[in-house]
């Protein structure tokens, strides 16, 4: 999957929750994204040139 729609489901998902959408809109597709559950290991996406 394209990073690029990672980022917009990201966003999409972090506004459905009640972020603050002036603090999500800084996510560009060239950070790295990390997802992290607790007590499990994280997931981090980012893009390979």
Not at 26 to 49: A, C, Q, R, Y
């Amino acid at each position: 999957m394209d990073v690029s729609k990672i980022v917009d489901i990201l966003k999409q998902a972090l506004e459905v929750m009640g972020c603050d959408p002036s603090l999500i809109s800084d996510i560009d597709h060239h950070s790295t994204i990390e997802l992290s559950f607790g007590e499990k290991p994280s997931i981090m996406f980012s893009t390979v040139n």
